[in-house]
T-cell receptor
Framework: SQQGEEDPQALSIQEGENATMNCSYK?????LQWYRQNSGRGLVHLIL?????REKHSGRLRVTLDTSKKSSSLLITASRAADTASYFC???????????FGQGTELSVKP | NAGVMQNPRHLVRRRGQEARLRCSPM?????VYWYRQLPEEGLKFMVY????????ESGMPKERFSAEFPKEGPSILRIQQVVRGDSAAYFC?????????????FGPGTRLTVT
């Protein structure tokens, strides 16, 4: 069963604003990953944060992980119209090779 | 280094026909995963394979679906006697053989339409 849940389901912001997406999960994990999917396309890996890490940065992306609350957030700073896409969190559970995806947050950045 | 390759990109089948989806992992990757994405939903895990072995097929429907990853050649996801509910995007991903980092690299997907 799916365990990742993203919040919000949809987010609409203006270019230049920050976008924050949240993800909750249920079981112990090795790591948590964020992916982006443009409409009708494949997934692009954005960032991976391990279970013993609390925060990670990559360019305009900042990811936090709170294993006590079983939650993660993805922050995109200074958003651009090209950031418009669906964003998915995916957990890699302990002992398993598969990724478990949430339902995604649909981000719309208006120019 | 070419990415994960999937073909065909689009596949149309009539109800009752067979669908064969192919996935070539990235060079050096020995783990392959198949996921299905229904419209407006996230990806759902189907099966995890290594060369000549099925490691985890907990997400595979019990009937009509099968997967293989032979010693030579691409991984194949086979759907027999397709039904309308099989219409979806099927994504393949691959990962390197290390066990610590499980970053998965996704292919562009095969969009199956059953008419």
């Amino acid at each position: 069963s799916q365990q990742g849940e993203e919040d919000p389901q949809a987010l609409s912001i203006q270019e230049g604003e920050n976008a924050t997406m949240n993800c909750s999960y249920k079981t112990s994990i090795n790591n948590l990953q964020w992916y982006r999917q443009n409409s009708g396309r494949g997934l692009v890996h954005l960032i991976l944060i391990r279970s013993n890490e609390r925060e990670k940065h990559s360019g305009r992306l900042r990811v936090t992980l709170d294993t006590s609350k079983k939650s993660s957030s993805l922050l995109i700073t200074a958003s651009r119209a090209a950031d418009t896409a669906s964003y998915f969190c995916a957990t890699h559970p302990r002992g398993g090779g598969k990724l478990i995806f949430g339902q995604g947050t649909e981000l719309s950045v208006k120019p | 280094n070419a990415g994960v390759m999937q073909n065909p990109r689009h596949l149309v089948r009539r109800r009752g026909q067979e669908a064969r989806l192919r996935c070539s992992p990235m060079k050096g990757h020995s783990h392959v995963y198949w996921y299905r994405q229904l419209p407006e939903e996230g990806l759902k895990f189907m099966v995890y394979l290594q060369k000549e072995n099925i490691i985890d097929e907990s997400g595979m429907p019990k009937e009509r679906f099968s997967a293989e990853f032979p010693k030579e050649g691409p991984s194949i996801l086979r759907i027999q006697q397709v039904v309308r509910g099989d219409s979806a995007a099927y994504f393949c991903a691959s990962s390197p053989p290390d066990t610590v980092s499980r970053e998965q690299y996704f292919g562009p997907g095969t969009r199956l339409t059953v008419t």
